[in-house]
T-cell receptor
Framework: DSGVTQTPKHLITATGQRVTLRCSPR?????VYWYQQSLDQGLQFLIH???????AKGNILERFSAQQFPDLHSELNLSSLELGDSALYFC?????????????FGQGTRLTVV | DQQVKQNSPSLSVQEGRISILNCDYT??????FLWYKKYPAEGPTFLIS?????DKNEDGRFTVFLNKSAKHLSLHIVPSQPGDSAVYFC????????????FGEGTQLTVNP
């Protein structure tokens, strides 16, 4: 158990809909990272939040947004969903916002868009 | 632009033998490299890492080698065990990017009893 909790584990929704994925980092960790893993691909960095503030953006679509709340949990919002958005979405946490090497990952949310 | 590449999608070895997983990178700014292991229906789990100032790091049965001039790293598992069967991801980071990781595509390792 990494200590990072993601909900829900599975989500099936229709094209055009909007969903929210939730991540609770390890206790005390201030940074949350979101990654997307499409079929047979590596994890692609989406966005990084540190202590409530956005720190970096990666390959995140404009239809996607995220935030980190005062209690440090984070939500990834995906809207106007397309079939190609079907993927595993992972969040990871680290203690600080800077360079702290290994990140701890949640179990992921498997999103299926039909 | 795939900055971290794992060219072997799969690897099969016999229990007790050595498993060697390879990874190449193109970004010379990467200064920290990690290996993660992933079982089905679970998130990636950190395995071992190496800083760019080193060329080898060992942790039990796992050793990571870094060849900076070739921009190549490898993970050696000796001896391999059936429980090592998983997908292994190579990842890299730059100090200036915090703990943001750039991942390879992964290699499925199967250790046969």
């Amino acid at each position: 158990d990494s200590g990072v909790t993601q909900t829900p584990k599975h989500l099936i929704t229709a094209t055009g809909q909007r969903v929210t994925l939730r991540c609770s980092p390890r206790s005390g960790d201030l940074s949350v990272y979101w990654y997307q893993q499409s079929l047979d691909q590596g994890l692609q960095f989406l966005i990084h939040y540190y202590n409530g503030e956005e720190r970096a953006k990666g390959n995140i679509l404009e239809r996607f947004s995220a935030q980190q709340f005062p209690d440090l949990h984070s939500e990834l919002n995906l809207s106007s969903l397309e079939l190609g958005d079907s993927a595993l979405y992972f969040c990871a946490s680290t203690p600080q916002g800077g360079f702290s090497a290994e990140a701890f990952f949640g179990q992921g949310t498997r999103l299926t868009v039909v | 632009d795939q900055q971290v590449k794992q060219n072997s999608p799969s690897l099969s070895v016999q229990e007790g033998r050595i498993s060697i997983l390879n990874c190449d990178y193109t970004n010379s700014m990467f200064d920290y490299f990690l290996w993660y292991k992933k079982y089905p229906a679970e998130g990636p789990t950190f395995l071992i890492s190496i800083s760019s100032i080193k060329d080898k790091n060992e942790d039990g049965r796992f050793t990571v080698f870094l060849n900076k001039s070739a921009k190549h790293l490898s993970l050696h598992i000796v001896p391999s065990q059936p429980g090592d069967s998983a997908v292994y991801f190579c990842a890299a980071s730059e100090e200036t990017s915090g703990s943001r990781l750039t991942f390879g595509e992964g290699t499925q390792l199967t250790v046969n009893p």
